[in-house]
Structure formats: structure tokens, C-alpha cells
């Protein structure tokens, strides 16, 4: 099992230029979670989705940003116009189908994928 | 929204014990433990539902107390290994499944 796979692990992108980030989720794991970690901070919730489908976007920025996770495919993360605050770490985590018998949710992060903004 | 932990680093030496806490204001459905090394994924270590169980993996161990709504990390006979930035993340009844707060990390350093 491959685990979550994020791509690229590095990015380097000019200011106004646009970053897409990709995500493929264990095998088996049908959500897909997106979280942003900046330097020496937390993770920061962005966006949750299922199969074609956002289900929570509380956390990501009204302008710029979007989310998608298509039927077929990784999901992608894509910044337009990226500016230097969007430098971060972003992070995706899936999890499975069902929940656990307990009544949890686990989650699985992915390595990340760095972007910088000159 | 977000957790708070404390303390916000520790040193130990191999074979040392240490606390890790993790307090919220909301109600929480469960609370989530992650370890991160530096430029690697956060690796899971353990979840913990209200009902104020305690949970271990190795000799981590974890508990929640839900009237305080604060879960606490144990680190005990630290070995290298457990270096790195340990993340509380907490989850509220009323919100998504996997949409966690984390709080802003406790970075642990064992020396030899």
C-alpha cells in the first residue's frame, strides 16, 4: 500500500504565477482532506471532498483557491496568482470509507508538498 | 477554535518522562494525536473518544478528560526516537468527519 501521494514535493512559483498540487489518496479512501502548515505552526484546515464532491470548504480562502477531486484522477489543490503568504506547506490526508468500530475517523497525511513564492 | 497545548517544547534525556496537554473551550467529539519530524508527514499515534479512556502505543500513552475537555500525552522512558513535534488534533461533534483543529505543536528533543 502506497500510502497518501502528494506531488510535487517541491514547488517554486514567481508572484502572480499559478501552483497546482496533487493528491492521491490511499487505496481504499474515498475522502480527501487538504491542510496548510506554515513555518513553525499548526495544521490549518482548508478543505474536505469526496468523489466529485466538496463537502466542507470553511477553510480555504474565498479568492485564489480551489479544490477538486474528480471521478477519476488524484485531487488537486490549485492556487491562482500566487502571492508570498501562500508559501507553505500543504498537506493532504485521506481517510477510509467507514469509520472505525469505535465511531473514530483516522487520518492519513501524505508527505506534503512545499511551495515557495519569490 | 484552536486547541491550545503546552508546553511548547521540551527537552529530555533518553529514559526521561514527559507531559504533553492539550485543552480546548468547545465541546470535543475526540481528540487525535500526531508526531512530525522535521520535512516528513505527521505519523499517527493514537485517537481518543469521549469517555475519558486512556490509550497507548509503545510506552505513549493518552487520556481525555472530558469534563476539562483536555487530553493529556504521556512520554514515558523516552527513547531518541520520540523526538520531533507532537500535534493535538481535536474534532467536534458538529463538525465534518476528518475536519481536525490542531493546536500549534509541542516540539520534543531527547538527547542521549
Known amino acids: 500500500n502506497a500510502g497518501v501521494m502528494q506531488n510535487p514535493r517541491h514547488l517554486v512559483r514567481r508572484r502572480g504565477q499559478e501552483a497546482r498540487l496533487r493528491c492521491s489518496p490511499m487505496?481504499?479512501?474515498?475522502?480527501v482532506y487538504w491542510y496548510r502548515q506554515l513555518p513553525e505552526e499548526g495544521l490549518k484546515f482548508m478543505v474536505y471532498?469526496?468523489?466529485?464532491?466538496?463537502?466542507?470548504e470553511s477553510g480555504m480562502p474565498k479568492e485564489r483557491f480551489s479544490a477538486e477531486f474528480p471521478k477519476e484522477g488524484p485531487s488537486i489543490l490549485r492556487i491562482q496568482q500566487v502571492v508570498r503568504g501562500d508559501s507553505a506547506a500543504y498537506f493532504c490526508?485521506?481517510?477510509?470509507?467507514?469509520?472505525?468500530?469505535?465511531?473514530?475517523?483516522?487520518?492519513?497525511f501524505g508527505a506534503g508538498s512545499r511551495l515557495t513564492v519569490l | 477554535q484552536q486547541p491550545v497545548q503546552s508546553p511548547q517544547a521540551v527537552i529530555l534525556r533518553e529514559g526521561e518522562d514527559a507531559v504533553i496537554n492539550c485543552s480546548s473551550s468547545?465541546?470535543?467529539?475526540?481528540v487525535h494525536w500526531y508526531r512530525q519530524k522535521h520535512g516528513e508527514a505527521p505519523v499517527f499515534l493514537m485517537i481518543?473518544?469521549?469517555?475519558?479512556e486512556q490509550k497507548g502505543h509503545e510506552k505513549i500513552s493518552a487520556s481525555f478528560n472530558e469534563k476539562k475537555q483536555q487530553s493529556s500525552l504521556y512520554l514515558t522512558a523516552s527513547q531518541l526516537s520520540y523526538s520531533g513535534t507532537y500535534f493535538c488534533?481535536?474534532?467536534?461533534?458538529?463538525?465534518?468527519?476528518?475536519?481536525?483543529?490542531f493546536g500549534a505543536g509541542t516540539q520534543v528533543v531527547v538527547t542521549p
Open positions: 471532498l469526496q468523489k466529485e464532491n466538496i463537502i466542507d
Open positions: 481518543l473518544l469521549k469517555g475519558g
Open positions: 487505496k481504499g479512501h474515498s475522502h
Open positions: 490526508a485521506s481517510s477510509p470509507n467507514t469509520i472505525l468500530s469505535s465511531g473514530a475517523n483516522v487520518l492519513t
Open positions: 488534533g481535536t474534532e467536534r461533534a458538529t463538525d465534518s468527519w476528518g475536519k481536525l483543529q
Open positions: 468547545k465541546a470535543l467529539y475526540s
